[in-house]
């Protein structure tokens, strides 16, 4: 019977750090439970506080509907009603406590962008496209106050009990006197000055087309105080402590432009220092407000968000046919807000909801997966209710192909109903018997289980390793000692006996994956297991020990360390053969000696490797010779050679030769030859 031996490869080979798989299960969580989280989602009568918990909203109340457009300007009536400025036919209302509206002044212009009141108590309208300053008294006797030559008038403001006017096209600050007569201010560069603040005797003006801020004193001499990354400084506004802020918006980028623009809210320090507290990529129109708080409408979604000085922002109301141009607070601290696609006007806080819902954004667990239960966190008084309903589908977009909503889940820790799926949605409802009670959810997890996916092996390498510089004693530099064999044999590691393994390995579900490794000679039917759960991916295999001939590797990856018996899978991949060779080639020399020559013939047998190169040396300290082989190319294990010594001395001398194999052993022999 045949037999080969096998040493114990355990010994043989040294664990290289590497990489190893993320250390995850196919089990995931999905929470959600920061602002954060819950604002990447869709709102009907929900609000978001800063803290990230659900709760009713207030109700929008309606406090009137104008027969025009839109409304663009808001201004407090001295009576305690308002005045609202409107486009596109340029009408000036009245309305009082109640909500009713009367017409108080039908101008020529499409749009009257700026409302004021004067200290006199009369109304000034800043309008376009001619750029006319209207002056209204309260029984709706006007006048053309002052004509700016510019075709807006955005922004109105009093220093000093002064009129001063922001126009557009070209863009300008002017100052008017009490008779309409004006002068240029302040002429920067910019199309537009859109956006005027009395700060004590100074003044601040945004501008559009550079994005700037400036501070304008008295005599018209500026000071620029920051350039924003976005096109226009939309508003500038104060809050009931002094503290300065101004929003932003970005222009319509270009067909080239690949930048990602973006609305922002900007706090103004007394200092000079100017920065961001609010930024967002999606909305791309925003208006201000600023009283106790700050209140900011969005655009994609159109929102109202309620902000404090530092950023801290929670989400008041999402808004689903309406949507606020001009904000404006009130003495009381009610929010006006003037709608942009219809001539509402609405108020906060109106009386409390009812009942609203949440709806998340899609969650995507990455694979098919089982759902396991929903849990949450809140509080639930007496007469309201929580309820989450989910639904599944394995398209990125919720649609027809989506399961249809759950039954609803009304306490936490109830298992999940929706079909298994890869992508996931869920919805909260809040109600309440009493408008001034709401629940509040503060916290929500998702949890599943992804089908378990094959593991895949996608490369497997062993090659010569030669990578390192050699301390004393031939051990690699900067690598862990190698043992060296079964048997307790020390003698130091050749680095050409040194061979790296290894592999590449992925696993769809993340799983921690382990390893083991097996070998099969040629003249062998079955793999034979050397290592078992390495964590790592590369090994280095000192061979001397090992038969010589040609061998196989074949790696198996299993995700068993995450997956019970019975549900792991495992895959595997097989090396190309390669020649385990560490004996050096066999060298056979003959010399023809002449007059002052020597006719050199090598003949050169490797058992396993080709010969790859050759050279020779006369006496020991001559320099290296190359040596051609017979047929022209060294490419088989057996080879014939011829080489020529000429000019040699009368005496003896030594030829050494040195033959190497491809994998580097080395042959040496040597001829000792007599010159007469």
């Known amino acids: 019977m045949k037999t080969t031996a096998i040493p114990t490869l355990c010994a043989l080979f040294l664990l290289l750090s590497a990489n190893t798989a993320t250390e995850a299960g196919s089990a995931k969580t999905w929470q959600q439970h920061a602002y954060h989280d819950f604002a990447k989602g869709e709102s009907d009568g929900v609000s978001i506080s800063a803290a990230g918990a659900l709760a009713l909203a207030p109700a929008l109340e309606t406090l009137t509907e104008l027969e025009t457009e839109r409304i663009w300007s808001l201004a407090h009536a001295p009576n305690g009603g308002l005045y609202a400025g409107t486009g596109d036919s340029g009408r000036l209302y009245a309305i009082d406590a109640e909500g009713q509206a009367r017409l108080l002044f039908d101008s020529p212009e499409l749009v009257l962008h700026a409302l004021l009141v004067g200290p006199d108590g009369a109304i000034y309208a800043g309008s376009a496209p001619d750029g006319l300053i209207y002056k209204i008294n309260a029984k709706g006797q006007s006048e053309t106050f002052a004509q700016t030559g510019s075709h807006y008038v955005w922004d109105l403001a009093f220093v000093d009990g002064q009129l001063r006017a922001a126009t557009g096209e070209p863009g300008q600050v002017l100052k008017i006197a009490k008779d309409g007569s004006h002068e240029v201010l302040f002429d920067p560069d910019d199309r537009h000055v859109m956006s005027l603040l009395a700060h004590g005797d100074l003044l601040l003006a945004g501008t559009a087309s550079k994005g700037r801020i400036y501070e304008i004193d008295t005599a018209g001499q500026s000071r620029l105080l920051f350039e924003a990354a976005q096109e226009e400084i939309h508003d500038l506004a104060a809050d009931a402590q002094g503290r300065l802020f101004a929003s932003a918006i970005p222009g319509l980028p270009e067909d080239d432009e690949q930048a990602e623009v973006f609305a922002a809210v900007y706090r103004l320090e007394e200092g000079g220092a100017v920065y961001p507290i609010w930024q967002n990529t999606d909305s791309k129109r925003v208006a201000l407000a600023a009283g106790d708080h700050l209140a900011l409408s969005t655009s994609d979604p159109t929102r109202l968000l309620r902000m404090d000085a530092g950023g801290q922002t929670e989400l008041a109301v999402q808004f689903e046919d309406f949507a606020p141009s001009t904000l404006l607070f009130d003495r009381d601290g009610t929010l006006y807000l003037g709608g942009t696609q219809k001539a509402v006007i609405a108020k906060l806080p109106g009386s409390a909801r009812l009942q609203g819902h949440f709806k998340s954004a899609v969650e995507d667990f990455a694979l098919h997966t089982r759902w396991g239960t929903l849990e949450w966190r809140g509080n639930r008084p007496k007469d309201t209710r929580i309820a989450v309903q989910t639904r599944t589908g394995n398209g990125l977009e919720p649609d027809d192909s989506w399961s249809t909503w759950s039954a609803p889940l009304e306490q936490s820790g109830q298992t999940i109903t929706s079909p298994p799926a890869r992508f996931i949605q869920y919805r909260v409802e809040l109600e309440s018997t009493l408008r001034e009670t709401s629940p509040r959810l503060d916290w929500i997890a998702v949890r599943g289980v992804q089908v378990n996916l094959k593991p895949r092996i996608t490369e497997l390498q062993t090659f010569p390793y030669h990578n390192q510089q050699s301390a004393p004693g031939g051990q690699p530099q900067g690598a862990p000692p190698v043992v060296q064999g079964p048997h307790g044999d020390k003698r130091p590691t050749q680095a050409k006996s040194l061979r790296l393994v290894r592999w590449q390995a992925t696993d769809p579900n993340e799983d921690e994956l382990v390893y083991d490794l097996y070998l099969k000679g040629e003249d062998q039917r079955e793999w034979k297991r050397v290592l078992e759960n390495l964590s790592q991916t590369s090994v280095i295999w000192n061979t001397e020990s090992m038969p010589e001939g040609w061998t196989r590797l074949k790696i198996v990856g299993s995700d068993r360390a995450d997956n019970p018996a019975g549900q792991n899978l495992h895959d595997e991949r097989e090396s190309a053969p390669f020649a385990i060779d560490n004996s050096p080639p066999a060298i056979q020399l003959n010399a023809e000696t ?83």
């Open 594 to 676: 002449g007059a002052h020559e020597v006719v050199v013939d090598v003949a050169i047998s490797d058992r396993i490797s080709a010969v790859q190169k050759a050279y020779y040396t006369i006496d020991y300290n001559d320099p290296q010779h190359p040596i051609g082989p017979l047929d022209g190319v060294f490419d088989g294990r057996d080879e014939k050679a011829r080489f020529t010594v000429e000019d040699l001395t009368p005496g003896e001398h030594v030829i050494s030769v040195q033959v190497f194999d491809l994998l580097d052993n080395v042959g040496v022999r040597q001829i000792v030859v007599e010159i007469k």
